[in-house]
């Protein structure tokens, strides 16, 4: 079950600025750097199990993408030497701390999630191979974020020092095949890169709004939301993997048309289709050819028609289920089942904590107080698989008109 507790910390991350003590041509978050961490640590996942034919465990790498989030939302912005002495030192009592801190908001999560986060802070076997790929993801997202600043102040004192340790780290990661493809900056950092692009695409771009979030940490939010959703519905491996996912590349098409905002898509019959029509057009030409074609096929089935409901049958993909039916007859990891319902619930009600934590900030515009108003109302007395959507509003404010 989400706790209120565990939705603010979630967007916690948006505030905690990162390399605030140096030169930033532009504002780089925790909560952006997560996110791209989780785009890179799919890449390097699947050239593992594509090209190596590696065992990867998803559901631990997923999860301990979670928890390493959550541990450095608790832990905030130390500076990575300082942290990483910290941890050689003392990290078993500070992973205790951030666990204590974490404890109520993570508890009520179903099927012994917070058990786990515990064995993968407290247990080295743990997790291995999956700790070692989110390492690299880290420092491949930290050195995307350091190039940016590294060539806006060379001049720095000790920026080199800085270059040397995130390079070095690289390094050590370079017998994962996916770290040698990225660090050779061709298709694969192309992919990275355009991904890394959704940082600079704020949310809500007509509205004044604290924090800001940009669409990249936003997908991060909602890939988390609807993987807790899922575990809480006892969803299958697959289907967890696939919940993530979807929801974490949900709104990739934006980095090639922007954010396009619903008023807009509804304002002419037929719109939404053409915007629909030409986004399909440009993943094909510009993101497709950045992914190994053995990847194609999945990272379709991820994004298009993203919000729907879907399962594969004989090979076969059907989107006329409801959540009933993919819980009664497909959550089996053989169907690849996706539920799209969840996804979209989880963007609206991503949608609706962005635009209340700025009202609470003392900053709000008409799209902010229109979306505060409609979503409580659309999602009353929503129920999906025993996820009461109408709770999830009742954390915040504007969620107070109609609590059970």
């Known amino acids: 079950m989400i706790t209120q507790g565990l939705v603010e910390r979630l967007f916690e991350a948006a505030s905690i600025q990162r390399w605030n003590d140096h030169v930033r041509p532009v504002e780089f978050v925790e909560l952006d750097k997560q996110a791209h961490k989780m785009v890179i640590a799919y890449v390097l996942g699947r050239f593992e199990e594509s090209e190596r034919e590696a065992k990867i465990d998803w559901n631990r790498l997923i999860e301990g993408g979670i928890f390493e989030f959550l541990q450095r939302v608790i832990l905030t912005d130390i500076k990575a030497p300082v942290f990483h002495q910290l941890m050689a030192r003392k990290g078993r009592e500070l992973n205790a701390w951030a666990l204590s801190q974490l ?47 590294y060539n806006a102040s060379p001049f720095i004192y000790g920026i080199e020092r800085t270059k040397e340790e995130i390079e070095n780290q690289i390094e ?18 192309g992919f990275v890169d355009l991904c890394g692009q959704l940082r600079f695409q704020q949310r809500w771009a007509q509205s004044p709004r604290i924090p800001k979030t940009s669409v990249l940490g936003h997908m991060l939010i909602v890939a988390m939301l609807s993987y807790c959703c899922s575990v809480d519905i006892a969803a299958c ?43 399909h057009i440009q993943m094909e030409e510009k993101i497709m050819p950045l992914i190994p074609s053995s990847w194609h096929d999945e ?32 959550n089996r990891d053989e169907f690849d089942a996706v539920d799209g319902v969840i996804l979209k619930a989880c963007d609206h009600f991503a949608a609706f904590v962005e635009a209340s934590l700025s009202v609470q900030h003392g900053i709000t515009a008409r799209p902010l107080e229109e979306c505060r108003a409609a979503l409580p109302e659309r999602y009353r007395d929503v129920v999906i698989g025993g996820i009461d959507f109408s709770r999830l509003y009742g954390f915040f404010p504007s969620g107070a008109v109609h609590q059970k």
């Open 299 to 330: 990272f379709r089935y991820f994004v298009d028609d993203e919000f729907s409901n879907r399962v594969r049958v004989d090979g076969v993909v059907r989107n006329d289920l409801s959540f009933e039916d993919i819980q009664g007859h497909y």
């Open 103 to 149: 404890e109520a908001d993570i508890q009520p999560i179903g099927l012994g999630f917070s058990e786990r986060m515990q064995r993968y802070f407290n247990e080295p076997d743990y997790a291995r191979l999956e700790k070692r790929i989110l390492r690299a993801a880290h420092y491949l997202a930290t050195n995307w974020e350091f190039k940016i600043i």
């Open 172 to 189: 050590d990661h370079y017998d994962l095949i996916g770290v040698q493809k990225i660090t050779l900056g061709k298709k694969s950092y």
């Open 237 to 279: 491996n697959r289907r967890l993997y696939n919940n993530f996912f979807a929801a974490l590349f949900h709104d990739l098409p934006e980095v090639l048309t922007r954010d396009i905002v619903s008023p807009v898509k509804t304002s002419v019959a037929g719109l939404d289709s053409v915007i629909k029509e030409y986004e």
